[in-house]
């Protein structure tokens, strides 16, 4: 039984459904439970045509639920027009699916779900427990998220930047129980990439990549490791050639985008052999060119690191000094180039604030740590 | 999208504006105030940022480590402690100000008179997963 099979399938099954005029909530429904039936029917009997027979089962689906009377004339009408269906339109399908999934009138969280549940093909039960919250609970967002949508005609064109920001978020809540979230997200960001050509499409993806390559290093027994103290034999280096080839490419089409500008930062790092091999001068340049994109503080944040590895950590502090106290991660910005600066005792003091205000066990622990070696 | 705990305590909040102790209600006012809190919790399943709520008995005891070999110490309840939880509810929301928001209205429960209470909830963040992307 395939799994991702069936999930890679699930897109183009409910485009077809929404294209023959079944409307968009009913049509979801109507997939999962082709879904679970094929979970059930598949081992024993596999189908020649998994597409097709997704399709039919999931369109009978949509038949039995709608089977009041007026919808039973509506079904009439429905059968009548029949078929517009083929493989030429699956892409597009897809593409619409993430558009609609991630429409602007959706909260962030209302879109996660339903982009994993109606590209995704991943049951409820599955996202409540990715985001630890009861299944009821998820169920109604989804359900409400539905609504929201319901009355989006199924064509309109989409804005690409809200759906790479709702894959983003997915990928970067990273892993927790049973479903893996990041490799969820680069599945699901795959597959928008082969549906559109777009750059940015691309720098997401490599962006990804990148990052999913250093995981088996970030951590070691639940306690997170620097960037500069992981252990880069560990690294996936399949996908870190993937990552930089795709960026490579996305960057050859010269319209530079914030995530090509993180991706192309992630490449600098993974890179480097050794963390002191890290070509610093050009991580601050697409520092810069990130800046010019977004003009964001976290983007200044993370710069006045890199400068302070390019040009030492008083030149670090300058540039910090430029920004909010209050951003998050700054105190402990702060601590690490006051250590590397040689004062000790003020980094010791800015790493217990710094813990402070974490806002994940696995920083507050790695902070605190950082407070005790100085202290100790 | 994170997870807030609203903490409702026995004691040890400060006091609320409209502060007369439930025995001193009418029965009709404690039915509407159950109501208005089951209703609340309904409508936080119906928009999907439910996730928690339970309620504490008053009476607690004090527990500790004793040494290998001996059974823990156990000590209390004391009338004294100052802070005592009554309850809590979890929520999850896109943002911080929604959180607010909803504390706002579980404040608003009525008490006597049917008016609100301004009860006084602490609101406090829940730990998430750490970032993937950091740098």
């Known amino acids: 039984m395939d799994g991702a099979l069936l999930r890679s399938l699930t897109p183009a099954v409910l485009g077809i459904l929404v294209r023959r005029g079944a409307d968009f909530a009913a049509a979801e429904d109507a997939v999962q439970d082709a879904l679970v039936e094929a979970v059930r029917v598949w081992p024993d009997d596999p189908p020649r045509d998994p597409k097709g027979w997704l399709v039919t089962a999931a369109w009978r689906k949509f038949l039995d639920a709608t089977r009041a009377e007026t919808a039973r004339r509506r079904r009439e009408d429905l059968v009548d027009a029949e078929p517009e269906q083929g493989p030429a339109h699956d892409s597009d399908d897809t593409l619409q699916l993430y558009f609609l999934c991630a429409h602007p009138s959706l909260t962030p969280s209302s879109a996660v779900a339903l982009t994993l549940r109606a590209v995704g093909g991943l049951t409820t039960r599955q996202i409540a427990q990715a985001y630890l919250v009861p299944e009821a609970t998820m169920a109604q967002r989804i359900s409400r998220a539905k609504k929201t949508v319901g009355a989006v005609r199924f064509d309109q064109p989409g804005d690409v930047g809200t759906v790479l920001r709702v894959l983003y978020l997915v990928f970067n809540e990273g892993y927790s129980g049973d479903v893996d979230l990041a490799a969820e997200a680069i599945r699901l960001t795959r597959l928008l990439a082969a549906a559109i050509d777009h750059p940015e499409v691309a720098g997401l993806l490599a962006l990804m990549l990148l990052h999913h390559a250093r995981r088996a290093s970030r951590t070691d027994g639940g306690r997170l490791v620097p960037l500069a103290e992981q252990d880069r034999g560990r690294w996936d280096t399949t996908l870190i050639t993937e990552g930089v080839e795709v960026l490579q490419a996305a960057l050859a089409r010269d319209r530079l985008g914030e995530f090509q500008a993180q991706a192309a930062i992630a490449a600098l790092h993974a890179d480097a052999p050794v963390a002191e091999e890290t070509d610093w001068v050009q991580i601050v340049e697409w520092y810069d060119e990130l800046l010019a994109l977004t003009d964001s503080p976290v983007v200044r944040l993370n710069r006045a690191v890199a400068v302070g590895e390019a040009d030492g950590p008083r030149a670090g502090l300058k540039a910090l000094a430029e920004l909010d106290d209050s951003l998050p991660r700054y105190s402990a910005v702060s601590a690490y180039l006051h250590e590397r600066d040689g004062d000790r005792r003020t980094a010791a003091r800015l790493y217990v604030e710094a813990a402070e205000k974490a806002t994940n066990l696995a920083e507050r622990e790695y902070l605190t740590r950082q407070a005790a070696r100085l202290n100790n | ?135």
């Open chain 2, 1 to 135: 999208m994170a997870k807030y705990l609203l903490l409702k305590h026995y004691r040890g909040a400060p006091e609320p504006v409209n502060n007369v102790m439930m025995d001193q209600w009418s029965q009709d006012e404690i039915t509407a105030h159950i109501k208005y809190m089951n209703d609340f919790a309904d409508k936080l399943r119906g928009t999907g940022e439910f996730v928690d709520e339970r309620a504490l008995a008053q009476e607690g005891t004090w527990v500790r480590y004793d040494g290998e070999g001996r059974p823990p110490v156990t000590d209390g309840p004391f009338a004294e402690t100052k802070d005592l939880i009554a309850g809590w509810m979890i929520i999850d929301t896109d943002t911080y100000e929604r959180a607010l928001e909803l504390a706002g209205e579980l404040s608003a429960a009525p008490g006597k008179d049917g008016k609100p209470i301004h009860e006084w909830l602490e609101i406090r963040p829940l730990y998430g997963n750490a970032p993937t992307i950091t740098e």
